[in-house]
């Protein structure tokens, strides 16, 4: 952990912007079995499981580690039935390696047949109540009410993936088409048509991540802005913030992730009806561990930037800031980080890492050097993996930390090292390079 004055204020800013937050709430563990459907195993189908895994078959579990293409990590034993069932750890660990290995299935999905855009006045869609941001919300909402703020364009479509909220399966991106004028020089030279999907971070209002739109709309580049699943327009009446996306439910948190994965998916189905032929994706904190996903399912999404990456999902739930709240549910129940890693296994990042290697992706990734959210040791092991794997990417560091990144003057130098790759790559792509830019570790 770096250290010296500079680290100490970077930290305690950090810290601050993390607790200034009072409605982070404690709910119990909840196994959600009811949100895989099929992948969630019977309790004598995890107990094969359990002892094949044990004996070793040349997948996953193995004499008490864990194998999913890094190192090896050991693992605790699970916690005593007193504290939490046994059986159904062990069923949510059988049913994440059977997300691993079928993974095409569970990730898989049918085009939706009812793609539209929808035209109406932005909202902020707040998830925090500090006086500042409700009065912003009141201001959009008096402004749009005066004529002050025009009307945008919004994909709209249901979701393959169905949860139990109807608002959250009403798929929702904000569209952001390239200049008409840029779209026509580019016909008539012949040139492919580029757009990108962007995925803001975990609980995002609706305006965060627009700005980048807009600048990618001035290299040519359109965007689609899309909403994760119960976040801003998809998220249920009954929540203040997103809890829903990231939480003590296992079933739901990891479902939720299923769903971002094929709505980004779906998106490049409806941007490639439109004419478009090369994609891209752009994810923050929790949304690059969506794209990272998807990209490594879906080999068109050849333009990939990660605005801070872990390898693993329960490492980050365990150890992040934002997270405590969640990780005090888990420790109530008796789990440990490593049994945390595990039962979040489908939804990681490093699970998927030979697919992503396989796809050729144009990786940047982005993570800051004093983040107490996505630890930096996890970045590092991000880009370890990548090397490891051939993966041909580009590193950028930020002198800050994970929320400090929204902040002046990091948020200026982020846009810097995200719009720069961006432009470069698909530039890169249009005159039928290989590779956007040779390898860069800073």
């Known amino acids: 952990m770096p250290s010296g004055p500079y680290a100490r204020w970077m930290f305690a800013w950090e810290t601050r912007l993390t607790t200034r937050d009072t409605n982070r709430i404690v709910r119990p563990l909840e196994w959600g079995f009811d949100w895989l459907g099929e992948f969630a195993p019977s309790e004598g189908l995890a107990s094969a499981a359990k002892a094949a895994f ?23 034993k699970p916690a005593s039935a007193a504290v939490c069932a046994a059986s159904d750890l062990d069923r949510m660990i059988a049913a994440n390696e059977d997300i691993v290995r079928r993974s095409d299935e569970f990730f898989g999905y049918e085009t939706p047949a009812d793609f539209r855009i929808e035209r109406r006045h932005p909202e902020l869609y707040p998830t925090n109540v500090r006086p500042e941001t409700l009065a912003m919300d009141a201001e959009m909402k008096r402004a749009a009410e005066r004529g002050e703020i025009a009307e945008a364009e919004f994909l709209r479509f249901t979701s393959p993936v169905r949860t139990q909220y109807p608002e959250n399966d009403q798929v929702n991106a904000r569209w952001y088409p390239a200049p008409a004028e840029k779209i026509a020089a580019r016909r008539r030279r012949g040139e492919p048509l580029q757009a990108i999907v962007v995925m803001p971070q975990w609980n995002a209002d609706a305006i965060s991540h627009n700005a980048l739109c807009t600048l990618f709309n001035r290299f040519g580049i359109s965007a689609l802005r899309l909403s994760k699943p119960y976040h801003d327009v998809r998220r249920p009446a009954e929540l203040e913030r997103s809890d829903y996306a990231v939480s003590a439910n296992i079933g739901r948190t990891i479902s939720a992730c299923r769903q971002a994965v094929v709505d980004i998916r779906c998106c490049v189905d409806w941007l490639a009806s439109q004419g478009y032929q090369h994609f891209g994706v752009l994810g923050t904190s929790l949304g690059s561990c969506y794209a990272f996903i998807a990209a490594a399912h879906d080999a068109r999404l050849q333009v990939c930037a990660f605005n801070h990456a872990s390898t693993y999902f329960g490492d980050v739930v365990f150890t992040g ?19 945390v890693r595990q039962i979040f296994l489908g939804v990681s990042p490093m699970s998927y890492m030979d697919r992503f290697a396989a796809n050729r992706n144009r990786p940047l990734v982005v993570h800051a050097t004093y983040d107490l959210t996505f630890l930096r040791e996890f970045s590092l092991d991000v880009l370890r993996n990548f090397a490891r794997y051939g993966v041909n990417y580009e590193s950028r560091v930020l002198p800050c930390g994970h929320y400090t990144t929204g902040e002046t003057p990091y948020k200026y130098l982020d846009g810097w090292y995200l719009g720069s ?8 792509l249009r005159e039928g390079v290989t590779s956007a830019s040779p390898r860069a570790r800073s």
């Open 54 to 76: 044990s004996e070793g078959d040349g997948y996953g579990i193995h004499s008490g580690s864990l194998r999913t293409g890094s190192d090896p990590v050991s693992l605790s």
């Open 321 to 339: 800031q934002s997270t405590r709240h969640i990780r005090a549910a888990f420790e109530q129940a008796g789990l440990s980080q490593d049994q």
């Open 421 to 428: 790759f961006v432009y470069r790559a698909f530039r890169g």
